[in-house]
């Protein structure tokens, strides 16, 4: 399971949840559009400190953008891939 995907969906999930466009949560937290944006794809590793003034300024709790979400549960399930030549 990649966190740093984990994160960006729960994160672009509470963020529509609460109403916000990237721009208006960039706007109201100080965070940038560009990082909210990286953020959502995967692309940024947010450190503790970052969750939790991203979960403050979306009025929910920093342990929301780390738990498992259906997509995760299903990374999670797949078996893992062989390479190959090795047996």
């Known amino acids: 399971m990649d966190m740093r995907k984990l994160v960006g969906r729960n994160f672009a999930r509470l963020r529509r949840k609460k109403g916000f466009t990237q721009e208006r949560f960039a ?45 995760s549960q299903r990374e999670v399930a797949k078996p893992a891939k062989r390479k190959a030549g090795k047996k």
């Open 27 to 71: 706007e109201d937290s100080g965070y940038t559009q560009q990082y909210v944006s990286d953020l959502e794809r995967g692309l940024r590793n947010p450190t503790v400190v970052t969750l939790y003034h991203l979960a403050n300024a979306l009025g929910v709790s920093h342990v929301e953008l780390v738990m498992p979400d259906e997509e």
